[in-house]
Nanobody, 115 residues
Framework: QVQLVESGGGLVQAGGSLRLSCAAS????????MGWYRQAPGKQRELVAS???????NYADSVKGRVTISRDGAKNTVYLQMNSLEPDDTAVYYC?????????WGQGTQVTVSS
């Protein structure tokens, strides 16, 4: 059974940094795309960043230059390094992976940026 466990969220002041981690278990074959989404109160869930198993990355325009996604294939873990955080980055952040034709989601981790 595939499970995703996220960590690293919290409260930070504007301009600060956070690093989110998401570890996948129950993985036997290679994971295709790994990514991070976020959902702010009253808004739809949106893509923050994604990375393919070949290392190709994609970022939302709102985070380009401030956020870096990376993955450790040996550990089946994806990371999201967020710098220069802004109050608009406040949201629940969800890890997502594409594996064997299915999408899997983590439980979410809260990121709150105070002004």
């Amino acid at each position: 059974q595939v499970q995703l466990v996220e960590s690293g969220g919290g409260l930070v002041q504007a301009g600060g940094s956070l690093r989110l981690s998401c570890a996948a278990s129950g993985i036997i074959f290679s994971i295709n795309t790994m990514g991070w989404y976020r959902q702010a109160p009253g808004k739809q869930r949106e893509l923050v960043a994604s990375i393919t198993n070949f290392g190709g990355t994609n970022y939302a325009d709102s985070v380009k230059g401030r956020v870096t996604i990376s993955r450790d294939g040996a550990k089946n873990t994806v990371y999201l390094q967020m710098n220069s955080l802004e109050p608009d980055d406040t949201a629940v952040y969800y890890c997502n992976i594409g594996y064997r034709g299915k999408n899997y989601w983590g439980q979410g981790t809260q990121v709150t940026v105070s002004s």
